[in-house]
């Protein structure tokens, strides 16, 4: 196996030089950059990162807490984030809260133990306060999807409100009146953002709110058929239905077909999220795109500009959703 002694005698500089080099110090000279990594290309000499952690004080892996390890939303947030920092060098650590306060402590405790460098959160349950105190730990923190004031720098989030807005909006445009909503878990500030844009929508264009006409399901598929026939069978004439998720709006499709409804023609439906099925599905869904890859490779980017000593981003970044029309929505005007 090549060594560090060899390297330096082919580059003709000190082994602490190759040290310093590898680890990035800024005191070390261009022209004996290049001689070392001409020497490293040479001898095909691959550092120990176990021996650069214990030099530098840093483990080169990022922890990342996320609601769950599978789904449309998380697989995609997971792999976009992976593949940032692993272009980098660094290896992610990833472990889920299972949307649950003590499970997502103890995530916490964990990525702390593993002396992780940096953090990418998404946390359903920890409170402000709880991850306040997280940054105030590992500085080169990110948080998704959430926006807290103290640590504004340090948040990225989409305008939810403005995607359950526009998704109603869609409706009512196309003539639809008489628009249900089936919201996911109301715990989540996602749902309750989305759920006051629906609101919004309708009050701008002067349609009463109904409170008969929403629904709370959940973001996964677990007990959404019951609500959804709870939601139907209150005989409310709906026309339109906004779904605040792709497995919700699947949901919809199959109590509708049980009913003999033809979604696009009976009834008119729009999701949120734009899940890679949801173009697949018969007719195409009329969807909101969440932009789940801008939003992770923007955080792991902005985690790496505070590795490197850079400030956190001057202010909370906030992503807009955009409108991504297929065959589900008819125009009854």
Known sequence: MITIKEVAELAQVSQATVSRT?????????ANKERVFSAIEKLGYKPN???QALASNKSYSIGMLVGSLDGP???PLMHNVEKVFRQENYHLIITSGQELYEEEQDSIRFLHSKK?????????????SDII????????????NRYIPEISNHCISIDNELGGYIAT?????????????VTGQLSKIDSRDRLQGYRNALSDHHIEYDPNMVIEGRFDHKGNNEAIKRLLDRDLEITGIFCMNDNIAMTVYGECNERGLKIGEDISVIGYDNDTYSQYMNPGLTT???PIKQMANIAANKVLDMLQG????DEHLILSPTLIERHSVKNIR
């Open 22 to 30: 590898l680890n990035g110090h800024k005191s070390v000279k261009e």
């Open 49 to 51: 990162t176990f021996a």
């Open 73 to 75: 939303f998380y697989g």
């Open 116 to 128: 992780v460098d940096g953090l990418v959160l998404t946390a359903d349950t920890l409170s402000d």
């Open 133 to 144: 105190d997280i940054v105030k730990q590992t500085p080169s923190t990110m948080l998704m």
């Open 169 to 181: 909006e869609h409706l009512i445009i196309n003539g639809h009146t008489k628009i249900a909503c």
């Open 288 to 290: 909101m795109n969440f």
């Open 310 to 313: 850079n400030k956190a981003i």
